[in-house]
């Protein structure tokens, strides 16, 4: 079995480096640009190590990570829309340590504590996501869902400026965006 594809959208990983959850415990209860940084690393490096939920875990704590939209690091390395799309669209099977669309989906509903309504907005967004790379997975009808308009309405409200464009853009290419494997 062949290593996965690197992501595009993600920093590069030294074939060297053997990364592990010690890489953002070292921030404590710090969640800047530096977590965010070392958030998308652990993220990508779980990725090529073939575990994409464990991935899509890391790119949600960079997600939901509390940088500033002026910060440089959002220059170099926006928020990781795209590689969550990407992993989950390029992901080898429907088989993830746990469902991904329900997993977005519970995480908007049930989120609570500090920027809840940013987490929110951003967990909905990733589920509209996950549902265009995966349709087939199932939902959870207690849950009720949003529509595209709410959650730009969200990402508009609490998110960056330009966020919603950002979403809306890889939502748009979901359609086109080829497999990694095709």
């Not at 959850?21 to 958030?39: C, E, I, P, T």
């Not at 939920?53 to 928020?79: C, K, N």
């Not at 595209?148 to 960056?160: C, K, N, R, Y």
């Amino acid at each position: 079995m062949h290593p996965p594809q690197p992501c595009p959208f993600l920093p590069a990983i030294d074939d060297a480096e053997a990364l592990d959850h010690s890489l953002l415990r070292r921030h404590g209860s710090a969640r800047d640009a530096a977590f965010y940084f070392d958030a998308l690393r652990y993220g990508h490096f779980l990725w090529q190590q073939g575990h994409a939920g464990r991935a899509l875990l890391a790119l949600t704590r960079a997600l939901y990570a509390d940088v500033d939209a002026a910060d440089d690091i959002l220059r170099a390395w926006p928020l990781p829309y795209a590689a969550l799309f990407w992993i989950l669209r390029n992901h080898g099977s429907d088989d993830f340590p746990g469902n991904p669309r329900l997993s977005y989906q519970h995480q908007a509903c049930r989120l609570r504590g500090e920027r809840q309504e940013l987490r929110v907005a951003r967990a909905w967004a990733v589920w509209a996501l996950a549902c265009a790379a995966r349709p087939q997975l199932p939902g959870d009808l207690t849950c009720p869902e949003l529509g595209l308009t709410e959650i730009t309405s969200l990402l508009d409200g609490w998110g960056h400026p330009g966020e919603s464009q950002l979403w809306q853009k890889i939502l748009q290419n979901a359609t086109t965006q080829p497999l990694a494997n095709s």
